[in-house]
């Protein structure tokens, strides 16, 4: 249900649209075990001193605070920290929310992320009347003491003085083209840029006016997905005769990936093992397009925890059912020096696409990797309509008396996967 306009008012929300290389990163969410801000570690290295911590013999400090000061880095994190340094507000305050949660090592070039500025920390004598509303004087009279830093409060008020102009006398894209927003939201993207690493790039920065709070996960109608995957196709069959070869491959396919990296590659591709037949990529990915139940293409945990729920039923009360509208493969044939060699097989560089409202933890590894799978020959097309279906499962399934498919799924890497897009329902287009 949407709220009231004048809620909405009490926060200038602004929307980012982020690229980064997860390769360093232990995903994009906080972790329960991160450090909230430096203040939070120096605070539970001093109670560790003053509670008897045991003493590291070596560099005489406290064992516990040593444990909570490595704590994995998180691309959410990282824009907290920017975001802390620009502004002088707390992480809570700020309430930076992403589209989607990748996984440690996946990467992202359409990721959106927003955050929060009230607008009782913008008053001042240039800011508008509007900030001094009712709503605004209580949340001041209640205790809100925080002061915005004097580097971002001259280009926060001035936004708030576009979102004015903007939303005064009609929508939004009426007043979108006024040269103070450009103005106002580069500089903003450039402040809050040159306190990022170089791996998180921000490419476009947004503010929200709609009537209702924006939830950057809620409201979204598809979500784009791209993996990539350079392999090496199977032996040229017509030539196997002719160099007095009696494998089904040619002696460069067992080589490994070595042969395959690149120096461009950044940690954003995996380079397969096991050579592929392109031929059998595309109508393995078509057969997983439509309304199905990923049940058994979700995390393991999560498949094991559901199975030992519904031991002799149907899966039925927890079904994964998602619409793939989109699961496409984008193969190029890379030129390499002894291509003039007709018997060395190609080199192919496949993107993998895949579209859908929403996915589950590790779906799109889980798909990626079955259909790697039926293209080496360790696994069947017809394998895919069984897995498709929910499954029963029976004690004999269990303790291996019976035959039953296989239902063990191997997952890509994270390193090839990255999100490119994400894009949200017409009515929750209201940016400015």
Same mark, same amino acid.
């Given at each position: 249900?949407?709220?009231?306009?004048?809620?909405?008012?009490?926060?200038?929300?602004?929307?980012?649209?982020? *690229?980064?290389?997860?390769?360093?990163?232990?995903?994009?969410?906080?972790?329960?075990?991160?450090?909230?801000?430096?203040?939070?570690?120096?605070?539970?290295?001093?109670?560790?001193?003053?509670?008897?911590?045991?003493?590291?013999?070596?560099?005489?400090?406290?064992?516990?605070?040593?444990?909570?000061?490595?704590?994995?880095?998180?691309?959410?994190?990282?824009? *907290?920290?920017?975001?802390?340094?620009?502004?002088?507000?707390?992480?809570?305050?700020?309430?930076?929310?992403?589209?989607?949660?990748?996984?440690?090592?996946?990467?992202?070039?359409?990721?959106?992320?927003?955050?929060?500025?009230?607008?009782?920390?913008?008053?001042?004598?240039?800011?508008?009347?509007?900030?001094?509303?009712?709503?605004?004087?209580?949340?001041?009279?209640?205790?809100?003491?925080?002061?915005?830093?004097?580097?971002?409060?001259?280009?926060?008020q001035g936004a708030y003085h576009t979102y004015c102009r903007g939303t005064e006398n009609g929508s939004p894209k009426d007043h979108a083209s006024t040269p103070c927003t450009f103005l106002d939201f580069w500089q903003i993207r450039r402040a809050i840029s040159?306190?990022?690493?170089?791996?998180?790039?921000?490419?476009?920065?947004?503010?929200?006016?709609?009537?209702?709070?924006?939830?950057?996960?809620?409201?979204?109608?598809?979500?784009?997905?791209?993996?990539?995957?350079?392999?090496?196709?199977?032996?040229?069959?017509?030539?196997? *005769? *002719?160099?007095?070869?009696?494998?089904?491959?040619?002696?460069?396919?067992?080589?490994?990936?070595?042969?395959?990296?690149?120096?461009?590659?950044?940690?954003?591709?995996?380079?397969?093992?096991?050579?592929?037949?392109?031929?059998?990529?595309?109508?393995?990915?078509?057969?997983?397009?439509?309304?199905h139940d990923f049940t058994n293409f979700i995390h393991k945990e999560d498949r094991k925890k559901e199975s030992e729920c519904n031991i002799g039923t149907l899966c039925s009360e927890k079904t994964h059912k998602i619409d793939l509208v989109r699961f496409d493969?984008?193969?190029?044939?890379?030129?390499?020096?002894?291509?003039?060699?007709?018997?060395?097989?190609?080199?192919?560089?496949?993107?993998?696409?895949?579209?859908?409202?929403?996915?589950?933890?590790?779906?799109?590894?889980?798909?990626?990797?079955?259909?790697?799978?039926?293209?080496?020959?360790?696994?069947?097309?017809?394998?895919?309509?069984?897995?498709?279906?929910?499954?029963?499962?029976?004690?004999?399934?269990?303790?291996?008396?019976?035959?039953?498919?296989?239902?063990?799924?191997?997952?890509?890497?994270?390193?090839?996967?990255?999100?490119?897009?994400?894009?949200?329902?017409?009515?929750?287009?209201?940016?400015?």
């Amino acid at each position: 249900m949407a709220l009231p306009s004048n809620n909405c008012r009490n926060v200038l929300t602004f929307v980012m649209t982020i *690229e980064y290389n997860g390769f360093a990163y232990a995903g994009f969410q906080r972790q329960t075990s991160t450090p909230r801000n430096n203040a939070t570690a120096k605070t539970n290295y001093t109670d560790a001193f003053d509670h008897g911590s045991p003493i590291n013999k070596f560099n005489k400090r406290p064992i516990e605070s040593t444990r909570v000061l490595k704590a994995p880095i998180t691309i959410q994190q990282q824009i *907290e920290d920017a975001l802390q340094k620009w502004t002088n507000l707390s992480v809570a305050t700020l309430r930076v929310r992403g589209a989607g949660r990748t996984d440690k090592g996946v990467h992202a070039s359409g990721q959106v992320v927003a955050f929060d500025i009230p607008l009782c920390s913008l008053s001042s004598p240039g800011v508008p009347d509007a900030l001094h509303d009712p709503t605004s004087q209580r949340v001041r009279e209640e205790g809100y003491n925080e002061v915005i830093s004097s580097h971002a409060l001259p280009l926060l008020q001035g936004a708030y003085h576009t979102y004015c102009r903007g939303t005064e006398n009609g929508s939004p894209k009426d007043h979108a083209s006024t040269p103070c927003t450009f103005l106002d939201f580069w500089q903003i993207r450039r402040a809050i840029s040159t306190r990022l690493p170089s791996d998180i790039v921000i490419r476009t920065v947004w503010m929200w006016t709609g009537p209702y709070p924006f939830e950057a996960r809620k409201g979204i109608s598809c979500k784009t997905y791209v993996y990539n995957l350079r392999f090496r196709s199977l032996s040229r069959v017509e030539y196997q *005769e *002719e160099l007095g070869i009696s494998e089904n491959m040619h002696p460069i396919c067992n080589a490994g990936p070595h042969l395959l990296r690149r120096v461009c590659d950044q940690n954003n591709v995996w380079l397969s093992p096991w050579p592929l037949d392109p031929t059998i990529l595309h109508p393995a990915c078509q057969a997983f397009v439509g309304l199905h139940d990923f049940t058994n293409f979700i995390h393991k945990e999560d498949r094991k925890k559901e199975s030992e729920c519904n031991i002799g039923t149907l899966c039925s009360e927890k079904t994964h059912k998602i619409d793939l509208v989109r699961f496409d493969i984008d193969l190029q044939k890379e030129k390499l020096e002894g291509s003039s060699d007709p018997s060395i097989p190609l080199v192919y560089n496949a993107a993998f696409t895949l579209s859908a409202k929403g996915f589950r933890r590790q779906m799109i590894r889980n798909l990626v990797g079955f259909v790697v799978d039926v293209a080496r020959g360790v696994r069947f097309l017809e394998d895919i309509p069984k897995l498709l279906q929910p499954k029963t499962i029976s004690p004999a399934v269990l303790k291996g008396t019976c035959d039953a498919v296989n239902y063990s799924v191997n997952a890509a890497p994270a390193c090839g996967l990255h999100l490119d897009k994400v894009v949200y329902v017409q009515d929750r287009n209201h940016f400015l």
